[in-house]
Nanobody
Framework: QVQLVESGGGLVQPGGSLRLSCAAS????????MGWYRQAPGKERELVAT???????NYADSVKGRFTISRDNAKNTVYLQMNNLKPEDTAVYYC???????????????WGQGTQVTVSS
């Protein structure tokens, strides 16, 4: 079994910064892509940013230039540095990872429990 545990959410004023972390644990052989998604009230979940095991990144247009995704493969952890936050960034942020299990070598898609980010004055 694999778990993703997120941390770092909270309340911040517009223009402020937050850093989200997501650590994967369990019977992990390797992790392929990792990423962050978000879901605002009344809206569908949307991609924020993804990063491959090799470090290639992809961002939603709405966060380009403000958010930075990174990962520490040795710690099975992905980060999201969020700068110049705007009220429209308010959402529950979910971590995602495509994990190859140690025992079966099969790949499974996993989600974290979500962490709330609120941008408000």
């Amino acid at each position: 079994q694999v778990q993703l545990v997120e941390s770092g959410g909270g309340l911040v004023q517009p223009g402020g910064s937050l850093r989200l972390s997501c650590a994967a644990s369990g019977s992990i052989f390797s992790i392929n892509a990792m990423g962050w998604y978000r879901q605002a009230p009344g809206k569908e979940r949307e991609l924020v940013a993804t990063i491959t095991s090799g470090g290639s990144t992809n961002y939603a247009d709405s966060v380009k230039g403000r958010f930075t995704i990174s990962r520490d493969n040795a710690k099975n952890t992905v980060y999201l540095q969020m700068n110049n936050l705007k009220p429209e960034d308010t959402a529950v942020y979910y971590c995602n990872a495509v994990v190859q299990y140690y025992s079966s070598r099969r790949m499974y898609n996993h989600w974290g429990q979500g962490t709330q980010v609120t941008v408000s004055s």
